[in-house]
């Protein structure tokens, strides 16, 4: 429980911080601030480091190449299907692997964005994601060091080693060039069928592919299609709280606020609780803040949920189909079990 009420007041600081340097989404602040607290202050300050980094450099790449990447969909393919790879990759072999998914994640997002919504303003998009990172991570350091405070504990005192350095991976390579093909369709449905949520959609791909190396072997299709299906129930779950508290609410800030404690407290709990359906209590935690945390109160609607929703069953269509080849027609396949628990991520 006093993991859990640290989330909310993390989460609530950061909706603050974000409030007042004027973020543009402040639901991704909210959950920077609940995806990085964990149980240790110097693993918590460590992956914000992290997070913040990975963020400006994939920002700084994205605004590098997405001018161009905008105006050519063979680049736009290219680019999203190499740093996609490439930052999935590092997510599951480096030693900083936090912040290479943020690196691949940010650059995704810019660039599908703009595909999505050519008048973006890449440079105000990128600066203003950079701003919602800060606020989160400097909301949820604060709360960590203040909990390790009051519980005594030298805040350095929990600190892990540093994972050793991973030498090349033939199947993690694979792993995630499967997922950069994916990602490379995006673009291109995007161009013919004009459908939405790529940049969403491309998270999804990219967070579900997230496994351990030992549970890859030569298929991840049976890792990956469980964290899909977790993903999946957990935002219908979070999302269907989050409609019933905005019937309640019917615009009342303070029925939004206790609402959005209220689904903080049991996705945590059933991340904490229960082992193996952890994603699913920190996907349904994520539905919640995504309806529940707007920009301003008075704009809060189910929408954002049923966009993420959108955004999973997209991110579904274009995955599968990639894996399912391999998986049964790769020589010498080998049938992957789940190998053993993955740290969660957006």
Known sequence: MADEWACVASVLLAI??????????????AFTAFVLLKSEAAETLLRGVLRIAGTAIGSLL???????????????????????????????????????????????MILLDKLEHPDLDTIHFAQTRLLEVLAGTVACVIVSLTAAT??????LAGRKPAPERMKWHPHAARHAAQAGIAIAVLPALHALLQLPQMAQAAVTV?????????????????????????????????????????????????VLIAGTCLGIVIGRHIENGLPNVTYLGLQFTLAVLVVLVPDSYADAEIMPAVHRLISIFVGMAVLEPVLLVWHFFAPGRKRAGMGPQVENNE
């Open 206 to 254: 990219m967070a579900v592919m997230i496994v351990p190396v030992s549970g890859i072997g030569a298929s991840g299709f049976v890792p990956v299609t469980r964290r899909l299906f977790q993903r999946t129930l957990g935002c219908l779950a979070g999302g269907g709280l989050a409609l019933a508290i905005l019937l309640l609410a019917q615009g009342s800030a303070p």
């Open 62 to 108: 994205a605004l590098a190449i997405v001018p161009y990447a905008a105006h050519s969909l063979p680049l736009a393919m290219a680019s999203a299907a190499l740093v996609g790879a490439i930052g999935l990759y590092g997510m599951i072999t480096a030693r900083r692997a936090y912040a290479w998914l943020l690196f691949g994640l940010t650059f995704e």
């Open 150 to 155: 009051l519980a005594g504990r030298k805040w």
């Open 16 to 29: 603050s911080f974000a409030h007042l340097i004027g973020a543009r989404f402040v639901a991704w602040a």
